[in-house]
Every structure is written in structure tokens, then in C-alpha cells.
């Protein structure tokens, strides 16, 4: 079956401009996770959804980061009033349930360059 | 701020050697798992370990995990070129949410 699928691959917007990143994850899948990656590091958690709701929102940096999962499949990631710092790659991730603490499946990501 | 660490940073062999890669973490977790990743895009799932468990197998990965020491351990034996990538150890932490807490990864090279 089809994997954790991204769009836009890449994104390059102005500093100051609103970003909306999607994310669609497994089919059939409760959870929803997306994480941040800058060059040469690991990626970090920003937000957790189980089914509709953000279950833990504490990874997002600040106010200007917001995510939303309405239907509890499709979830989108917004930043407002971008900063050059926000560049990264944005990284979604998916799993069956979110109580048994297992692997994640992850999609291709999302470049976010900020000029 | 991360809670893994690993070692080496970057690790560079002959193929059809064996490649170890170290974790360390700092508070108690449920499970470690490692991750792999080309191209600094999408990661793929490696290997899951429990806090109970102490050694685990997978085709030509060997993890295991020493509580004790907050520390894992990653072997891949008879390396390819294909292995090259990045590999990160990841950990969920007990009583904490769903979420991974990452390394900053080993960057490995297979020489042909």
C-alpha cells in the first residue's frame, strides 16, 4: 500500500510569508507525527495528533507554528510570518496506534528554504 | 534539545566489513529504536528494542541495549554500498508521549 506521501517536496518562500506544509499519512492510521530536521542533525519533534486532536504540541518552537489534522488523516502544518531560522526539512510520520510506543513510518519530507 | 548522543559522527569502511554504531540516552525509556536515512530525507525503520529486551537480531543488524549504561549498540555485519547513509537511534521515553527523541545521527560510507 501507498507510504506516508509529503507535498510539496521542496518550498522556497520570502522571509515573512505564510507556509502550509501537508502531510497524508497511512491509510488507517490513528497517529500522526511531524518533526523538524536541520542539516547534520536529528530530527525533532514538533507536534503529536492521535486521530483529531493534538495530544502534544510541546515541540513547536512558537506561536508562529501551528498544525491541524480536521478529519483525522490529512494534517497540515502552518507557519506564519516565516523566519530565514525556519529553514529545514520538514519531516511527517505515521503509526497504527499511538499507545503501543512502536515504529513510525515515515514520509520524504518537506524542504522548507527561507530566503 | 536531543537526548541521544552517538559515536562515531561519521564512520567510513571497506565493504564486507562490519560497522558499529554507538547510542547513549539519558533518562528511562520504554523502547530504542533505529532509523535509517538517505539522502537526508525520509527515515526508514530499522530495528525496535525493548527496555526488557537485551539483544535483538535482524538479517545483518545486531542491536542491543544496556540499560544499565543508558547505551545501545548497532552492528551491521558484512557491509555493502548500499548501506551507506545515515543512522539514527531514537528513543520513547517512559510516561512521555508517542513521540521520538532523536540522536544526531552516524553518517556512514561502504568503500567499494
Known amino acids: 500500500g501507498a507510504g506516508v506521501s509529503q507535498t510539496p517536496s521542496n518550498k522556497v518562500t520570502e522571509k515573512g510569508k505564510y507556509v502550509e506544509l501537508r502531510c497524508d499519512p497511512i491509510?488507517?492510521?490513528?497517529?500522526l507525527y511531524w518533526y523538524r530536521q536541520s542539516l547534520g542533525q536529528g530530527p525533532e519533534f514538533l507536534i503529536y495528533?492521535?486521530?483529531?486532536?493534538?495530544?502534544?504540541d510541546s515541540g513547536l518552537p512558537n506561536d508562529r507554528f501551528f498544525a491541524v489534522r480536521p478529519e483525522g488523516s490529512v494534517s497540515t502544518l502552518k507557519i506564519q510570518r516565516t523566519e530565514r531560522g525556519d529553514s529545514a526539512v520538514y519531516l511527517c510520520?505515521?503509526?497504527?496506534?499511538?499507545?503501543?510506543?512502536?515504529?513510525?513510518?515515515f514520509g520524504p519530507g518537506t524542504r522548507l528554504t527561507v530566503t | 534539545s536531543q537526548q541521544g548522543e552517538e559515536d562515531p559522527q561519521a564512520l567510513s569502511i571497506q565493504e564486507g566489513e562490519n560497522a558499529t554504531m554507538n547510542c547513549s540516552y539519558k533518562?528511562?525509556?520504554?523502547?530504542l529504536q533505529w532509523y535509517r536515512q538517505n539522502s537526508g530525507r525520509g527515515l526508514v525503520h530499522l530495528i525496535l528494542?525493548?527496555?526488557?529486551?537485551r539483544e535483538k537480531h535482524s538479517g545483518r543488524l545486531r542491536v542491543t541495549l544496556d540499560t544499565s549504561k543508558k547505551s545501545s549498540s548497532l552492528l551491521i555485519t558484512a557491509s555493502r554500498a548500499a548501506d551507506t547513509a545515515s543512522y539514527f537511534c531514537?528513543?520513547?521515553?517512559?510516561?512521555?508521549?508517542?513521540?521520538?527523541?532523536f540522536g544526531q545521527g552516524t553518517r556512514l560510507t561502504i568503500n567499494p
Open positions: 510520520a505515521s503509526s497504527r496506534t499511538g499507545s503501543n510506543y512502536g515504529e513510525q513510518y
Open positions: 491509510s488507517g492510521h490513528t497517529a
Open positions: 495528533f492521535q486521530g483529531t486532536g493534538a495530544a502534544d
Open positions: 533518562t528511562s525509556i520504554n523502547n
Open positions: 528494542i525493548r527496555s526488557n529486551e
Open positions: 531514537a528513543t520513547v521515553i517512559i510516561q512521555g508521549a508517542q513521540k521520538l527523541v
